[in-house]
């Protein structure tokens, strides 16, 4: 939290307990409502409420979307049942979801209680969508127009719904079944002839997405085609929500934090470091270190397997940690790339051979630069003997391109079986390449060395 935050919170605390409110509500009237959540998020909890009650109810709802599940769960507790019902009549279909979804069941009985019938059977309808899907993060307040509609009347449709729904910059046309067959902007209708029929300049080629649709592949369209709002449709192709850009801003977030977590060996958790307790972090962290770990007795098994040429060259022994440490690092390099690629949809399981046989010209190239530089940096600096520098620089080389090619094609691999590609990242990969590296290391100075 900035400190520009921290400064606020303590003029707000003090305005607070001289009960200035008139001050204290003219001040709060004129911040952002992300803002908002996070002056909160400084202010004492019992102090929170008597805050919010001073808040006019349409920003009050803003602010409250925007506040973590913790602050939201405190202030709705506190609430009276007027109170709730004033948020919750505020909020959008997507935003009540997300507050239901995070809630416990005894705070969500509450808010659902004080919605309306409309909204609650709308929150209950996303709710059956699977989790990550776009019919779980869709609003179904959405502008529909008529494919026979006037310009003029389109446009006394608008301002006669606008308030309620999420977006009208882009309005989606359908028929009596809802059925989607048409799209156009806000501004094709305002430079439109009053008596133009909406048929005739409406969009025929609508992008869209099924409710069974991967969140995240919803949030990929949304920034490919540059969309303010991305339909949703069911099996029939009926109109049944739309994901707006904020919200594929979020999934891009949260999918991006799951993706760095599993790439460091962290089982993803979707709360706040700070607002995670010590067990948690344990539970979350220790199954892969343990996975980790057994799976680095191989490392020990293949050094124990060579003793007796490490006892012939015991200097062989002081090179482990660069040829380890130099094909975890090409590993990780290779299996960075491609799973950024896969996650933008640049790379599919097809292209596997044409990525290999690219990784392996790149792996050819370094390590020839890492060999060549290590053997003359061996001969020249440290007065290694020629046999050993060229052992050390092939298995450089060897390890190098074993490296890139394990990295490249288990990401691949990976989501072809239904995993996510993140999971073969750095800390797998690296313990892989590890225990081949020394397989390659020993195999290499056992033949060249005549151990």
Not at 163 to 188: F, H, P
Not at 306 to 319: D, M
Request: glycine letters at 4%; proline letters at 3%.
């Amino acid at each position: 939290m900035g400190d520009n935050y921290r400064g606020f919170s303590v003029t707000i605390e003090k305005l607070l307990e001289e009960k200035k409110y008139a001050s204290l509500r003219d001040i709060l009237t004129t911040i952002n409502p992300a803002d908002i959540a996070l002056i909160f998020a400084e202010i004492q909890e019992e102090k929170l409420p008597l805050l919010f009650r001073l808040l006019p109810k349409e920003l009050a709802a803003e602010a409250f979307v925007e506040m973590d599940e913790d602050m939201q769960e405190h202030l709705i507790r506190g609430f009276s049942d007027a109170e709730l019902k004033a948020v919750v009549d505020e909020l959008y279909v997507d935003d009540a979801v997300d507050i239901v979804e995070e809630m416990p069941a005894n705070v969500v009985k509450r808010v659902l209680k004080q919605a309306d019938p409309e909204l609650r059977k709308m929150i209950n309808e996303i709710l059956k969508y699977p989790e990550d899907s776009a019919g779980s993060i869709m609003t179904t307040e959405y502008l529909s127009l008529r494919p026979q509609m006037t310009v003029e009347e389109a446009i006394k449709r608008i301002r006669r719904t606008c308030v309620d729904k999420e977006t009208i910059y882009t309005c989606y046309v359908t028929d009596q079944n809802r059925t989607l067959i048409g799209m156009l902007s806000l501004k094709d209708l305002l430079v439109a002839d009053d008596d133009d029929i909406v048929e005739n300049i409406m969009e025929t080629n609508v992008i869209c997405v099924e409710t069974h649709t991967d969140q995240e592949e919803v949030a990929q369209s949304l920034s490919k085609y540059n969309f303010m709002a991305l339909p949703v449709v069911d099996k029939e192709t009926r109109l049944v929500g739309i994901v707006t850009f904020d919200d594929a801003i979020d999934v891009i977030e949260e999918e991006t934090t799951e993706d760095i977590e599993m790439m460091a060996a962290i089982t993803p958790t979707d709360k706040p470091y700070l607002k995670t307790s010590v067990f948690e972090i344990w539970k979350k962290r220790i199954p892969w270190l343990l996975l980790l770990m057994i799976s680095a007795t191989f490392t020990t098994l293949i050094i124990s397997s060579f003793e007796s040429a490490l006892a012939a060259q015991l200097v062989l022994t002081s090179f482990i940690p660069m040829i380890m440490g130099t094909g975890g690092n090409s590993g990780s390099q290779s299996s960075v790339t491609i799973i950024r690629g896969l996650s933008l949809d640049e790379i599919e399981f097809s292209d596997i051979l044409r990525v290999i046989w690219k990784e392996t010209r790149v792996a050819i190239l370094c390590g020839l630069t890492l060999a060549v530089a290590n053997f003359f940096k061996l001969i020249l600096f440290e007065g290694v003997e020629v046999a050993i520098s060229l052992t050390i620089s092939l298995t450089l080389l060897i390890t190098v391109l074993v490296a890139k090619v394990i990295g490249s094609s288990l990401p691949m691999l990976a989501k072809k079986i239904g995993f996510d590609p993140a999971v073969m990242a750095s800390p797998l990969i690296t313990t892989m390449v590890d225990a081949l590296s020394l397989l390659v290391y020993f195999t290499t100075a056992t033949a060249l060395l005549n151990l």
